[in-house]
């Protein structure tokens, strides 16, 4: 079974703050990405990588930079923590699809409840 | 621009009875959609998947229905059972972009008893 973990179930931080979420996945996925699910938006990409050292732009990526050294890690960071970063994220990972109809899920953690004050 | 939309919030359907939760998208380049479940502070689970060149799949109590010409898929649960009760997520993926993918906005269904 894949298994993505990440850091903490729950975090406050304050407004400012510099904030790290972790997150690390067993089964030698090319693709990572980050999430944040918030009510009536559903699920709204960060950022995503393709391997150790890529990034992508998702659509939301204003106010958060992301971190991959190496392939079982992906960190997401918010550079100055602000009160509507509060939200749930979610770190997913999934094996590199290339296309021709039968593509791979992606796999989630459990996600970090944040709350900025 | 809502690529995939599901245009029902929540759903409410009794035990046993079947429940049917739809998905329109826009893009006529997905190749590839999934069925997402998720609780209260858990992460989504992946529930089933269907390629766009067949219309239907199934897996036990759950299939999955495209309809590509209305750009339409469908999540039918029968018999449906209270720990169904979850929000569930459509998602699309674009042949060419490796794996990333596109998710509705999620639909609460509530199973009862």
């Known amino acids: 079974d894949v298994k993505v973990t990440q850091s903490s179930r729950y975090l406050v931080k304050r407004t400012g703050e510099k904030v790290f979420l972790e997150c690390v996945q067993d089964?030698?996925?090319?693709?990572m990405f980050w999430y944040r699910q918030d009510p009536g938006l559903g699920l709204r990409l960060i950022y995503f990588?393709?391997?150790?050292?890529?990034?992508e732009k998702g659509d939301i990526p204003e106010g958060y930079s992301v971190s991959r050294e190496k392939k079982e890690r992906f960190s997401l960071i918010l550079e100055s923590a602000s009160t509507n970063q509060t939200s749930m994220y979610l770190c997913a990972s999934s094996l590199f699809y290339g296309g021709g109809g039968d593509g791979q899920p992606q796999h989630f953690g459990d996600g970090t409840r944040l709350s900025i004050l | 621009d809502q690529q995939v939309k599901q245009n029902s919030p929540s759903l409410s359907v009794q035990e046993g009875r079947i429940s049917i939760l739809n998905c329109d998208y826009t893009?006529?380049?997905?190749?590839?959609f999934l069925w997402y479940k998720k609780y209260p502070a858990e992460g989504p689970t992946f529930l089933i998947s269907?390629?766009?060149?067949?219309d239907k799949n199934e897996d036990g109590r759950f299939t999955v229905f495209l309809n590509k010409s209305a750009k339409h898929l469908s999540l039918h649960i029968v018999p449906s059972q209270p720990g169904d009760s979850a929000v569930y997520f459509c998602?699309?993926?674009?042949?060419?972009?490796?794996?990333?993918?596109?998710f509705g906005q999620g639909t609460e269904l509530s199973v009862k008893p």
């Open positions: 089964m030698d996925h090319e693709n």
């Open positions: 269907i390629s766009s060149i067949k």
């Open positions: 990588s393709y391997d150790v050292k890529m990034k």
């Open positions: 998602a699309a993926n674009i042949y060419n972009q490796g794996g990333k993918l596109i």
């Open positions: 893009n006529s380049m997905f190749d590839y």
